[in-house]
């Protein structure tokens, strides 16, 4: 695993953790990103654990839609009220980023200006 900064060693070691898992996995990264939000869905995970994961879903090309499906096909194994918190978190995940993507538009404008 990566180095651990004395300054933020939490986040580095899931950083080095999460490096090292997808370094190891032979999945395509649409299907490693499936795989990590049925995941996050069967155990509960908060918003911000579906944050982490927006950036590299984005880059792997995966759609509302195919999170959409993922999480119907999870329902009847973890059950209604994780499924709908899973979505719940997801919404709120891409609102945290579309609000930062607003604010960082807004201040390139600005800074043009």
């Known amino acids: 695993m990566t180095d651990v900064s004395p300054d933020r060693p939490l986040l580095d ?5 999460t490096a090292e898992s997808v370094a190891r ?3 395509d990264a649409n299907s490693l990103i499936a795989a ?3 995941a996050l869905a069967a155990v509960g995970a ?3 654990s579906y944050l982490v994961h927006v950036g590299p ?6 759609t509302v839609e195919q999170i959409q499906d993922i999480l119907i096909a999870v329902a009847p194994i973890v059950g209604t009220p ?3 918190d899973a979505a719940l978190n997801v919404a709120e995940a891409l609102g945290i980023v579309i609000a930062v993507l607003e604010d960082e538009i807004e201040a390139e404008e600005e800074e043009a200006q």
């Open 13 to 17: 070691t899931l950083a080095a953790m």
């Open 25 to 27: 996995c032979g999945l």
């Open 36 to 38: 990590r939000i049925a």
């Open 46 to 48: 908060p918003a911000a």
């Open 57 to 62: 879903a984005i880059d792997a090309g995966v």
């Open 82 to 84: 994780r499924t709908t």
